[in-house]
């Protein structure tokens, strides 16, 4: 043997060459082959079928031109495994004819094509690219992956700094077990992690990978970077502000409740609306918002409610009735407004109620004392005005009527002088007794009781009778049998009393004189009149002063001016007011108001 | 020097009437007085001398708190009236109330407001106040 043949030497020589190749003879047997090769890997091209694959038709051809002598090759496209594969034929011996057959894992083309068109639309979302081509040894970085990474132009990455750009320790442990993971068993990763880039700035990070595989070796890993440093900060503040969200409905002491779109269903309530209430949050979730309303408010809500919905209404803000679960009303104020999806559509409804009861209750405690110091204070103003005057009225009677008594002789005058002093001393007493009066009318809520109005006209009556019969004064009780009257039982009696015997005195003597009482219930009040036919008052000119303060208006020897305003104080402090109606020559009406019941149904406090 | 004809006195209080009678007679206050109860009265009788041209007062001696008409409805309904002749006011009244005089003051009938018991000086006061006008 002169000469070894080039074929003889290749045929030992691919037995140890790195790649995957193998040489087989005309019928496709296998004559050498590289360790990479895959024995199996012809039969895949070579088996005669009925109807030949497009790939075994390819192989044929490619295979039948390299026998030719032709150098030829064909592709295997596997885009299930996202890889291609060349396969290159060459003859290298004519005789006996010998081909070699490599395969070449290839960098595709038509992978740029579309990296470049992920690169543009990578650049928009920031996400970078990289593949690792275990194969090459070689390691791809997109634009975005270098800018992520902060390097420098002229920055070649490889697998090791790659890992070592991941934050050291719990990052960069993640990341090395992932991707070992990956490359051991095929799952693909997904992470956010944290990065220190080449400028040692912290930047957040979401990684994806996967290793692909070739006969059960991985050939690859690729994946994508994504900058969410933006997005991670924004979502701890958005988190931040949510948890603030939370605790402030949790923890507010203003009911807030998240109500449904239809049917407007409780869906989250606070602790604050669960405690005015009186349930918990399983047994209010789900239940109808508008239900918790008082009954006669419930449906006029629910009305309110849709059109908030239909954007009608802006929000519904005011103060109304709730009904708690042990069938307490409440007054609430109620603010409502419609929280809307992206679409603009309305998703649910939020509501904040607060329990005013307590509020209102004190409000209109204070005032209800307005109102009775302001009545006290009119009444001081009279009083410090009756001191003022009428005290003085009869202390000056009486300083004047001692200094003439000082200088007078004549026994006569001295007595008139005298007994003047006496009376002006009677009068001194009579005005401190009207003062105590006036001062002494006040009373507690608890001293009111429900009366029967008849019976207190009849009482009163029969305490006149004296008068009646000497005046042959007649009264008509025309109160219905159980009608009743909020009043303190001693004021009722006196103003009744002040009205029937001003009526006796001012009657017209030229008459047959009565008097009528009547009453009814107006809108829970108990409104007496009492009318008589007696002298009448000039109201025009003393409408105003008719209630006033030793005001007289009649030329009669009994009047002290005092009657009229007592009764009207008394009405007063119980809450209640007094009327006059009348005519000279034809009689007066005077209109009583008092409540029917105690309608705050506190009695007592 | 001319002294008051006829004064007029306006008072409910018969005490105070008596009191005042007694001093105008002390310090020959005037030649002769009338005396009215209470406003409507002092009013019909004058509108009456009016009318019938008898002797009109000099002066009127109004009391402020009396029944069916006080001083007050007395002053509003006097000054709808020309009397013939300058009818002098003077309020007397218990009332020590700084309104009650401020009031009286802005009528201008009024010439000035006394505030009771009344006494002799007072009353020779107003006496020779009157005597020095004109």
Not at chain 1, 62 to 89: C, D, L, M, T
Not at chain 2, 20 to 35: D, I, S, T, W
Request: charged share 30%; net charge negative.
């Amino acid at each position: 043997m002169a000469a070894v043949k080039t074929s003889q030497i290749l045929i030992e020589a691919i037995r140890e060459m790195p790649g995957v190749f193998a040489i087989v003879d005309k019928e496709l047997a296998l004559i050498s082959k590289s360790k990479e090769w895959d024995a199996g890997l012809l039969s895949n091209f070579s088996t005669v079928t009925e109807d030949m694959t497009k790939l075994q038709l390819k192989f044929k051809t490619a295979f039948e031109k390299a026998i030719q002598g032709e150098n030829s090759y064909f592709i295997q496209n596997i885009p299930q495994k996202q890889v291609r594969y060349k396969y290159k034929f060459s003859r290298i011996d004519p005789e006996p004819c010998l081909i070699l057959i490599q395969q070449v894992l290839l960098t595709r083309p038509q992978d740029y094509r579309k990296e470049l068109l992920l690169q543009e639309t990578n650049k928009v979302a920031e996400i970078g690219f990289w593949e690792y081509n275990s194969v090459t040894g070689k390691i791809y970085w997109s634009e975005v992956t270098r800018k992520i990474h902060e390097v420098p132009e002229d920055f070649v990455p490889n697998l090791e700094t790659g890992v070592s750009f991941y934050k050291e320790g719990e990052n960069r442990e993640r990341i090395s077990r992932a991707v070992q993971n990956g490359v051991e068993t095929g799952e693909p990763w997904n992470g956010d992690y944290t990065i220190i880039t080449h400028k040692g700035r912290e930047v957040h990070v979401n990684a994806r990978g996967k290793a692909e595989f070739e006969n059960g070796k991985c050939v690859r890993l690729l994946g994508t970077f994504q900058d969410i440093t933006e997005r991670t900060e924004r979502n701890i503040r958005l988190k931040k502000s949510e948890e603030q969200f939370r605790l402030a409905f949790e923890n507010s002491p203003i009911g807030f409740l998240i109500i449904s779109v239809d049917g407007f269903h409780l869906l989250r309530c606070n602790r604050a609306f669960q405690n005015l209430i009186g349930l918990g949050e399983k047994e209010l979730v789900n239940k109808k918002f508008t239900d918790f309303f008082a009954p006669e408010e419930a449906n006029r809500y629910y009305l309110n409610f849709l059109k908030l919905i239909d954007g009608k209404l802006a929000e519904i803000r005011g103060e109304h009735f709730l009904r708690n679960t042990n069938g307490v009303i409440l007054t609430c104020s109620v603010f409502a407004s419609v929280i809307y999806d992206p679409d603009a559509k309305p998703k649910e409804i939020i509501v904040q109620i607060q329990d005013v009861t307590e509020l209102r209750r004190k409000s209109q405690e204070i005032d209800r004392f307005v109102e009775v110091t302001t009545e006290q204070n009119t009444r001081l103003i009279n009083f410090a005005h009756i001191v003022s005057h009428n005290l003085r009225s009869h202390t000056s009677n009486i300083a004047m009527l001692l200094n003439f008594l000082k200088e007078e002789k004549d026994l006569d005058e001295r007595e008139l002088q005298l007994d003047m002093l006496n009376q002006a001393s009677d009068m001194l007493t009579e005005t401190i007794k009207h003062l105590n009066e006036v001062v002494s009318v006040d009373i507690d809520i608890k001293d009111k009781e429900e009366l029967v109005l008849k019976d207190f006209v009849k009482n009163t009556e029969r305490s006149l009778r004296g008068l009646l019969v000497n005046a042959n004064f007649k009264i008509y009780n025309y109160v219905p049998e159980d009608l009743k009257v909020y009043a303190v039982p001693a004021y009722l009696e006196s103003v009744l009393l002040n009205l029937f015997s001003n009526s006796i005195k001012y009657r017209d003597p030229r008459k047959k004189s009565w008097l009528q009482v009547t009453a009814e219930t107006v809108n829970g009040y108990t409104v007496i009149s009492v009318s008589d036919n007696g002298l009448g008052i000039n109201m025009e000119r003393y409408g105003d002063r008719i209630f006033g303060l030793y005001k007289t208006f009649h030329e009669h020897s009994e009047a002290r001016g005092l009657g009229l305003y007592m009764t009207q104080s008394q009405i007063q402090v119980m809450g209640g007011s007094i009327d006059v109606k009348s005519k000279v020559g034809e009689g007066t009406t005077f209109i009583i108001k008092l409540h029917e019941k105690d309608k705050t149904g506190m009695s007592g406090r | 020097m001319k002294k008051i004809k006829l004064a007029c006195l306006v008072d409910d209080d018969p005490i105070v009437v008596f009191g005042l009678k007694k001093m105008m007679k002390l310090v020959k206050f005037c030649e002769n007085f009338l005396v009215y109860s209470n406003g409507q009265e002092a009013l019909n009788a004058l509108t009456a001398i009016f009318k019938t041209g008898d002797e009109i007062p000099d002066l009127i001696l109004l009391d402020l708190n009396m029944p069916v008409m006080d001083g007050w409805e007395f002053l509003e309904a006097f000054t709808k009236y020309d009397p013939p002749k300058k009818i002098t006011i003077y309020i007397l009244t218990s009332s020590i109330d700084p309104r009650d005089q401020e009031r009286a003051l802005q009528f201008s009938s009024v010439s000035n407001y006394v505030v009771k018991p009344v006494t002799l000086e007072q009353l020779e006061a107003i006496r020779d106040t009157f005597s020095d006008e004109d």
